[in-house]
């Protein structure tokens, strides 16, 4: 599957959610803080994203959405 193709079975809501996940380094919390969704919103979105890509981890969603060779955004807000 190529990058295109990934990106076109997800709305535009999953990818602004997956970015956000991406730019916080993987956190859920941190990503869901950022974005000011629920952290269950963000890991529902996860799960809907994995398995529509037939992936099972973060880093295989990052490859297979391209994001690896973006360059980094800011850093993440820290959460407490």
Known sequence: MTTD????????AEIRIMRGVVDAGGSTKIAAHNL???RHTVR????LVYQ????HSA??????????RLPPRLP?????
């Open 36 to 38: 000011s969704l629920s």
């Open 44 to 47: 529902n979105c996860r799960s």
């Open 76 to 80: 993440p807000k820290k959460v407490r």
């Open 52 to 55: 529509r890509l037939g992936v």
């Open 5 to 12: 193709e990934a990106l076109a079975m997800l709305t535009p």
């Open 59 to 68: 880093a295989e969603a990052w490859i297979a959405l391209g994001w690896l």
